[in-house]
Antibody, heavy 122, light 112 residues
Framework: EVQLVETGGGLVQPGKSLKLTCATS????????MHWVRQSPEKRLEWIARIKDKSNNYATDYVESVKGRFTISRDDSKSSVYLQMNSLKEEDTATYYC?????????????WGQGTLVTVSS | DIVMTQGALPNPVPSGESASITCQSS???????????LNWYLQRPGQSPQLLIYWMSTRASGVSDRFSGSGSGTDFTLKISSVEAEDVGVYYC?????????FGGGTKLELK
């Protein structure tokens, strides 16, 4: 069974940093492409980052609104993906989900974690 | 970026009736391989989104055949036949043709 468990959310002040972790199991993590998607308090969904697998040089991609502030990374030995969030803004307040694509599920998000809530406020 | 625009439902929908949710994309989602890269998700209250439909019309594993997807390159419809209580939630369309992967704003379904 595929499992994705996000942790690391919380209340943080504007301008500060936070690192999210997504621990996974139940699939071949090393060949999966991992993604982060966030959902605003207004319930809008926004894809924010992707990291490819080793054979694709761990290439990353980001939505424009987080470029230069957020960094996605992975540790294949721990089957985990991370999201380092710097210079946080109030508009980054959201529930953050990790999800994946694989050779079996290449063009859709078949599995989602339960999400972790990040609140950016002074 | 590809903009996804969803229509609203005339809520609440009577139980047992059908409901159709529309979605438009600002660019054709028809890939050169012949597949249309449009997905549908349902987010039930208090839950994470779950995949319903991919490649515009293919039901995900375990999804009821009451759900069907159709459309063209830019105009899409998710039809729910005989709406049930478990169908309540917010429906999202998503394009998977280009980065950033973008979602529609969501369409809420309420049951009468």
């Amino acid at each position: 069974e595929v499992q994705l468990v996000e942790t690391g959310g919380g209340l943080v002040q504007p301008g500060k940093s936070l690192k999210l972790t997504c621990a996974t199991s139940g699939f071949t993590f090393s060949t999966a492409w991992m993604h982060w998607v966030r959902q605003s308090p207004e319930k809008r969904l926004e894809w924010i980052a992707r990291i490819k697998d080793k054979s694709n040089n761990y290439a990353t991609d980001y939505v424009e609104s987080v470029k230069g502030r957020f960094t996605i990374s992975r540790d294949d030995s721990k089957s985990s993906v991370y999201l380092q969030m710097n210079s946080l803004k109030e508009e980054d307040t959201a529930t953050y989900y990790c999800t994946l694509t694989t050779r079996v599920y290449p063009n859709w998000f078949a599995y989602w974690g339960q999400g972790t809530l990040v609140t950016v406020s002074s | 970026d590809i903009v996804m625009t969803q229509g609203a439902l005339p809520n609440p929908v009577p139980s047992g009736e059908s409901a159709s949710i529309t979605c438009q994309s600002s660019k054709s989602l028809l890939h050169s391989n012949g597949k249309t890269y449009l997905n549908w998700y349902l987010q039930r209250p208090g839950q994470s989104p779950q995949l319903l439909i991919y490649w515009m019309s293919t039901r995900a594993s375990g999804v009821s055949d009451r759900f069907s997807g159709s459309g063209s390159g830019t105009d899409f419809t998710l039809k729910i036949s005989s709406v049930e209580a478990e169908d309540v939630g917010v429906y999202y369309c998503q394009q998977f043709l280009e980065y950033p992967r973008t979602f529609g704003g969501g369409t809420k379904l309420e049951l009468k």
